[in-house]
């Protein structure tokens, strides 16, 4: 038995004694168990988001420069129960329509914290989401809602299109909670979510503000959050109480179609009790009654079109599908409001003023811009894009004018050097290349 002993000491009293020693300093049992792959898939996806800092003021950037030791604290409080968000940051964004709208950005390792209970609770709900919630949801999209808009206000004379007043700054976290519940028994995620809900918004002075309501817009997890309540909100209530009539929501922005005045009348006061039993409140001025009118329908009405998703719906000019015959047709193409918002954008990049970058620099730098433009807003009626397009032009113009000096002071000779490379190089540009080059003067 001698080849058991090491230093006179048996192998098997060796692993004995390291066995205890092992037990002695093996770490307590995590009260959750959260899969460490899982917080690292978090952060892919945060990271490929991008977003800014937090209230600590911490990039991505910042938070990369110590990844290992740092997702390692994410995961260790959350699967211990420590973790506790920090205040998220408050952040005055201006809407389309007028006012601000405040967003709460939560810090990098709060957002990572969210994207894990959001990986292991959409799945949950998503399953349970029914076919006309368009908004935050994997598989769907804007594009689907006003597809499926534009062929029911060709089959019905109404819609009632409703705007809820500040859903994320106003859902009751009881009622929120319940539905939470209801969907998983997993206790991290409903600790957290309830941790999140209460987490305190800190202004630009560094006033904290204590919240009893809503979940911060901005936030990773609000809007799967925002999506559950309005599922037993609207669209489960319009499953069970008006199972016939046609509905589409994305997100607070929703539309009922109904088949005459009377009709829309009466869901508008049933909406406004619905929500008001809820919670919300529907916005009075982005509320009303539209009349879908196109050549077959006769009347004269207040409302005749309603803008939805950046699209507006009206009376337009159509071609047939043989492309030979017009006719007069109820559908959507891209608002004015989306119009002015793309070329302010534009204006604020400066680009008459880049004067050190060539054609080509530009070209690289705004096609991706112009191509989500594109692939959005010229799905449906492109040709209401065409001045916004033949403005971006002039702006090339402008910038030819300046950067060379033989074209400072002549018009026409700048307008006609960009005519020209556009036709030795009509892919230079995104629109150039979809056939929407449009005029340079």
């Not at 929703?254 to 619905?274: D, I, P, T, Y």
């Not at 060379?404 to 018009?411: D, V």
Request: hydrophobic fraction near 40%; proline fraction near 4%; glycine fraction near 6%.
């Amino acid at each position: 038995m001698g080849v058991e002993r090491r230093g006179g000491i048996k192998l098997s009293e060796r692993l004995t004694q390291l066995s205890h020693t092992q037990e002695e300093v093996k770490p307590q049992a995590k009260p959750f168990i959260i899969d460490r792959w899982k917080v690292y898939n978090a952060y892919k996806l945060v990271k490929s988001n991008a977003g800014s800092a937090g209230v600590d003021n911490q990039t991505i950037a910042d938070f990369e420069v110590n990844l290992k030791d740092n997702l390692y604290k994410i995961w260790n409080r959350m699967s211990s129960g420590s973790y506790v968000p920090p205040a998220v940051k408050a952040v005055a964004i201006p809407k389309k329509s007028g006012g601000e709208r405040i967003l709460g950005i939560p810090s990098v390792s709060d957002r990572i914290a969210q994207m894990v209970v959001k990986l292991e609770f959409e799945p949950k709900v998503e399953s349970c989401f029914l076919p006309d919630s368009y908004g935050y949801r994997p598989n769907k999209s804007a594009l689907d809602a006003i597809g499926v808009t534009r062929q029911r206000c060709w089959k019905h004379d109404w819609v009632l299109e409703f705007d809820i007043k500040g859903l994320f700054d106003n859902i009751p976290h009881d009622l929120l909670l319940k539905a939470v519940d209801k969907h998983t028994d997993v206790p991290w995620v409903r600790l957290y979510v309830r941790r999140w809900l209460t987490a305190p918004m800190q202004r630009s002075c560094g006033e904290l503000m204590m919240r009893s309501k809503g979940t911060p817009q901005g936030g990773v997890i609000s809007p799967v959050l925002a999506n559950l309540f309005m599922h037993y909100a609207f669209d489960k209530w319009m499953q069970m109480h008006h199972e016939t009539k046609l509905w589409c929501r994305y997100a607070d922005d929703g539309l009922v179609h109904c088949r005459s005045e009377a009709q829309a009348c009466f869901m508008l006061k049933e909406l406004n009790k619905r929500f008001e039993s809820c919670g919300l409140e529907l916005h009075p001025d982005k509320t009303k009654i539209i009349y879908c009118k196109d050549e077959r329908r006769k009347g004269s009405y207040q409302h005749t079109a309603f803008d939805f998703l950046g699209y507006t719906f009206r009376r337009r000019l159509c071609k047939d599908r043989s492309g030979s015959d017009l006719f007069v047709g109820f559908n959507p193409a891209v608002s004015k409001c989306a119009l002015k918002a793309m070329r302010q954008r534009i204006r604020k990049t400066r680009i008459r003023s880049k004067t050190e970058m060539t054609l080509k620099d530009i070209a690289r730098w705004i096609n991706p811009v112009l191509r989500g433009w594109l692939s959005y807003y010229g799905a449906y009626y492109r040709s209401e894009m065409y001045r916004f397009l033949r403005n971006f032009n002039k702006t090339l113009v402008r910038w030819a004018m300046r950067k060379y000096k033989s074209l400072r002071f002549c018009k026409h000779r700048a307008v006609a050097f960009l005519e020209r490379i556009a036709k030795q190089k009509p892919d230079l540009f995104v629109h150039w290349e979809a056939g929407m080059m449009g005029a340079f003067a």
